[in-house]
């Protein structure tokens, strides 16, 4: 069976982007490959993170993969510093990379922001420690949302590199599995932005534990324009956005596209649904379609956040496992650079 490895930073505000961009991906994703869905707690102390906080976010993204419906019997789910393997390996690739390649990193730029003298040096080989720890269990896919794209390249570029410069196979080539029609969610107040977990305002996402009220609060505050809601005759041939559209009306794009992804539909069938429709009508739709797919499952997270012993015995469970695939590929690694071993 095809291994499947991905990672959800803990780094608290988990929202409607990494559910449909990911974690619902990794549910639909096990029924067909073994997956391996990580906690990747090493990644968020890149950015500080106050120790009692950064236990509860772990705890908050467990909760969020097991409420969504990935099943700790048949996947594995855990938090990657149990595995020493990935910053085992992560060193390895540090000496593989070149820093030409991560001075290419848009992410890096992003969050270093202006004062870049000023981050951490962790920051800056993030995706060297990204490709380890897909490669630590020689995973061939890897379900993310568009904004890792950048990454896998880089992670394929690395086993590529190690695979010549040792002249082995030994590094399977990456395969990124973007899917559905939510890859990028825009945030609520800004179409031309990300949704994202550090964004300030708290309006500006739907977070996964989020109470009906303050979806609703949060769709109808959310930036739409003056128009009427488009109708498929936008689509272009593939059935997609053309990018000149998306520009001129980004709020309104993104949200008929969080609509067709939580309904599980169609762009096309939703702009023909809501064609020449006023915003207003459509956002109490779309208020009831996100209340119904999140509130279960908010409930769920909080239920599980409130019993921890149950979400770290997953996690403890998940780590064994893992370990027990991780060292012997770490072991080979090891030979082919020429560590001894004794
Ligand atoms: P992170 O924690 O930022 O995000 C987790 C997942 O959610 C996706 N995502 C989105 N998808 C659609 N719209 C959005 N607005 C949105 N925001 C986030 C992300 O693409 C991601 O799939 N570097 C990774 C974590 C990671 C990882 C890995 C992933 C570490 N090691 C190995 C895959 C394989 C990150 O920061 O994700």
Redesign the pocket.
């Known amino acids: 069976m095809k291994r499947i490895?991905?990672?959800?930073?803990p780094t608290g505000n988990l929202h409607l982007?990494?559910y449909?961009?990911?974690i619902r991906n990794f549910v639909a994703l096990q029924e067909d490959y073994e997956g391996i869905y990580c906690v990747?707690d090493m990644?968020a102390i890149t950015i500080w993170q106050e120790p009692e906080e950064l236990r509860r976010h772990t705890r908050e993204v467990t909760a969020a993969y097991l409420a969504a419906g990935i099943d700790p019997k048949r996947s594995i789910i855990f938090n990657q510093s149990q595995v020493a393997a990935h910053a085992e390996l992560a060193w390895i690739f540090n000496c593989v990379t070149r820093l030409g390649w991560l001075n290419r990193m848009t992410q890096f730029k992003d969050k270093a922001g202006k004062n870049r003298e000023n981050a951490s040096s962790g920051l800056y080989v993030y995706p060297n420690l990204?490709a380890a720890?897909?490669l630590a269990y020689k995973a061939t896919h890897?379900p993310?949302?568009?904004?890792?794209k950048q990454?896998l390249e880089l992670a394929r570029d690395i086993a590529q590199k190690f695979n010549n410069d040792f002249k082995t196979e030994f590094f399977p080539i990456i395969e990124p599995l973007i899917l559905g029609t939510?890859?990028?969610?825009m945030s609520l107040r800004d179409g031309a932005r990300?949704?994202?977990k550090s964004e300030p305002s708290d309006m500006s996402r739907i977070n996964m534990t989020d109470e009906a009220d303050q979806i609703a609060q949060k769709v109808r505050k959310a930036k739409s324009d003056m128009e009427l809601l488009p109708g498929p005759g936008v689509l272009n041939e593939a059935g997609r956005v053309p990018e000149e559209a998306r520009e001129a009306r980004p709020e309104a794009f993104n949200l008929l596209g969080i609509y067709a992804a939580l309904s599980n539909r169609a762009l096309s069938d939703v702009l023909t649904e809501f064609e020449g429709q006023q915003f207003s009508s459509f956002k109490k739709e779309l208020t009831d379609l996100a209340v119904e797919a999140l509130g279960p499952m908010g409930a769920e997270m909080k239920r599980l956040m409130a019993d921890p012993a149950q979400v770290d015995a997953v996690l403890k469970d998940g780590g064994e496992r893992a370990r027990a695939i991780a060292a012997p590929i770490l072991e080979e690694v090891y030979d082919i650079v020429g560590f001894l071993r004794p």
């Open positions: 490895f991905s990672g959800v930073q982007g990494n449909l961009g990911a990747v990644h990204m720890d897909i890897v993310v949302g568009e904004d890792q990454h939510a890859t990028r969610v990300k949704m994202s």
